[in-house]
């Protein structure tokens, strides 16, 4: 390296020397060992002479190559380039807004809204925008939330109202009557065997005791009964329950193994003497198969299952002695008096036989036990004499799916008074009063008309007429063949219906 520098005369002068030289710029005629650094004078952008020198960050002093530019570090090494080195000219600085706006607030200065310290700010002045107020809702949106309200208000109660109807409905219904509940259909034995044990066996697991109360006291009632289907319904008469039900007195069910069951009235019917119970733990219980007593004749063998006299899961058999055969079990009141179109039996029923199963060889069920025929005792049941009667199973059926679906059974009407006794002679039921408004009305029926037939079944009296329009429901129209003046004339008579 040359150690020797241009003269003077040589050396070309600035035309204006900078004021504060950038860092890392020497006068070009200044020799190694007379830099400021060397003297001990402080230059712009140099640190003072006795403090120690700043290293650039990330560049260490052993570390080989020169310096960055702009490092003060250690001795600056001299140019190898003999020709002498322009000097920089400054370039005026441009100088700024000195405040910047971001809002409003005070001056700008130590402390103000917007101060970074001293020195240009390269921002201009910005607003930011002012929140917008807030907007106001249209008129129609208040009616919109009053309807909007008012509609919750009534779905709600709707919803309210449905869910209280499920609540309160009647323990023990079902929405679709038989067809909601698990019923035995295939009947248990061949209708050829013609053994009584084999149908004894196979229905007295399904034949079951009631004790209930009657007039307040406890266990004054008994009769029998039969599962219905698993889910622990038992079909049973429903004068063996009535006084129970009524002063919501205790039922207890006793199954062939002897266990006790509590029970309640899920539905009652007194006009066809029917009552269906919901039993408690009955749903393991083995429910009796179906039958139909239309293919009844006279002659077939039956058996009667039940508890006569409290002597429970007694078995008698006979014969069907007599079909279609009009009893009644009066009442208090008309709709408190039992008429069955029944079948009549001589197996042995007793009083506690009320409410068991009559079946067939087949071990299906045929007819509900009802009542007997008495000769007339002190007590007024003086026992078995060989003539019973039993509720048609088609009977039970149509009004045991009733209580079912709803905890009630309607029974057919017409809306006219018939004569039920004192013409042992008579040719058929004399009307004695037509109500106005009434299906018979509506039909043409009049006082003094004598009903001889139902469709195609014969009626002799009154309470053949009451049987057989019984065995229809209500909504069905049905023909009356009808006697008037000498004249006979068919009537077709819309039947209503009643709870009863």
């Known amino acids: 390296m040359n150690d020797e520098h241009p003269s003077d005369e040589q050396q070309p002068q600035p035309t204006e020397e900078p004021t504060q030289p950038l860092?890392?710029?020497?006068?070009?005629?200044?020799?190694?060992?007379?830099?400021?650094?060397?003297?001990?004078?402080?230059?712009?952008?140099?640190?003072?002479?006795?403090?120690?020198?700043?290293?650039?960050?990330?560049?260490?002093?052993?570390?080989?190559?020169?310096?960055?530019?702009?490092?003060?570090?250690?001795?600056?090494p001299r140019a190898r380039d003999p020709q002498p080195e322009p000097p920089i000219q400054p370039q005026p600085v441009q100088q700024a807004p000195q405040t910047v706006s971001f809002?409003?607030?005070?001056?700008?200065?130590?402390?103000?809204p917007a101060y970074f310290g001293p020195g240009p700010r390269p921002y201009p002045p910005v607003d930011y925008a002012r929140p917008a107020p807030p907007r106001k809702l249209a008129l129609w949106v208040w009616p919109a939330v009053a309807v909007l309200a008012l509609v919750v208000g009534v779905l709600g109660g709707l919803a309210g109202g449905a869910l209280q109807d499920e609540l309160a409905a009647q323990r023990g219904t079902n929405d679709n009557g038989l067809?909601?509940?698990?019923?035995?259909?295939?009947?248990?034995?061949?209708?050829?065997?013609?053994s009584v044990p084999a149908v004894a066996q196979a229905l007295l697991p399904s034949t079951v005791q009631i004790v209930a109360e009657f007039d307040g006291q406890a266990a004054g009632a008994t009769g029998s009964g039969f599962v219905l289907d698993r889910e622990g319904h038992v079909v049973t008469n429903n004068h063996v329950v009535a006084s129970?039900?009524?002063?919501?007195?205790?039922?207890?069910?006793?199954?062939?193994?002897?266990?006790?069951?509590?029970?309640?009235?899920?539905?009652?019917?007194?006009?066809?003497?029917?009552?269906?119970?919901?039993?408690?733990?009955?749903?393991?219980?083995?429910?009796?198969?179906?039958?139909?007593?239309?293919?009844?004749?006279?002659?077939?063998?039956?058996?009667?299952?039940?508890?006569?006299?409290?002597?429970?899961?007694?078995?008698?058999?006979?014969?069907v002695s007599a079909l279609d055969r009009p009893v009644t079990t009066s009442g208090e009141s008309d709709d408190e008096s039992s008429y069955i179109n029944a079948v009549q039996t001589d197996a042995a029923i007793n009083p506690g036989n009320s409410g068991g199963p009559l079946v067939n060889l087949a071990g299906e069920v045929v007819g509900v036990n009802s009542a007997?025929?008495?000769?007339?005792?002190?007590?007024?049941?003086?026992?078995?004499?060989?003539?019973?009667?039993?509720?048609?199973?088609?009977?039970?059926?149509?009004?045991?799916?009733?209580?079912?679906?709803?905890?009630?059974?309607?029974?057919?009407?017409?809306?006219?008074?018939v004569r039920t006794g004192g013409e042992p002679d008579a040719q058929g039921a004399t009307i004695?009063?037509?109500?106005?408004?009434?299906?018979?009305?509506?039909?043409?029926?009049?006082?003094?008309d004598v009903v001889t037939a139902v469709d195609d079944q014969p009626v002799n009296d009154g309470i053949a007429l009451i049987?057989?329009?019984?065995?229809?429901?209500?909504g069905e129209t049905v023909e009356f063949t009808v006697l008037r003046g000498g004249d006979e004339q068919v009537v077709e008579v819309e039947l209503d219906g009643k709870v009863g």
Not at 179 to 194: C, F, I, K
Not at 252 to 259: A, F, N, W
């Open 244 to 319: 129970a039900a009524e002063d919501d007195g205790p039922i207890v069910v006793i199954d062939h193994e002897g266990e006790r069951h509590e029970a309640t009235v899920v539905g009652r019917s007194a006009v066809y003497d029917l009552a269906v119970l919901d039993v408690d733990g009955a749903e393991e219980l083995e429910p009796a198969a179906l039958g139909k007593s239309q293919v009844l004749r006279v002659g077939d063998p039956v058996i009667a299952l039940g508890a006569p006299l409290g002597l429970s899961q007694t078995v008698t058999s006979g014969i």
């Open 372 to 417: 007997i025929a008495t000769n007339g005792g002190a007590s007024g049941e003086a026992g078995n004499i060989g003539v019973g009667f039993a509720i048609p199973i088609e009977q039970v059926i149509a009004t045991v799916d009733q209580i079912l679906r709803t905890g009630k059974a309607e029974y057919p009407v017409i809306g006219a008074q």
């Open 467 to 474: 049987v057989a329009i019984r065995t229809h429901r209500p």
């Open 23 to 76: 860092a890392g710029w020497r006068a070009p005629d200044a020799q190694p060992q007379d830099r400021p650094e060397d003297q001990g004078q402080a230059q712009s952008g140099d640190r003072p002479q006795g403090q120690p020198q700043s290293r650039p960050y990330g560049w260490a002093a052993d570390e080989p190559g020169p310096p960055p530019f702009g490092s003060t570090y250690g001795e600056q």
């Open 179 to 194: 067809d909601g509940v698990r019923t035995q259909s295939a009947a248990p034995l061949d209708a050829d065997n013609g």
């Open 432 to 448: 004695t009063e037509v109500m106005p408004g009434t299906p018979a009305e509506v039909a043409g029926l009049q006082k003094d």
């Open 103 to 112: 809002g409003p607030g005070g001056p700008p200065g130590p402390g103000g």
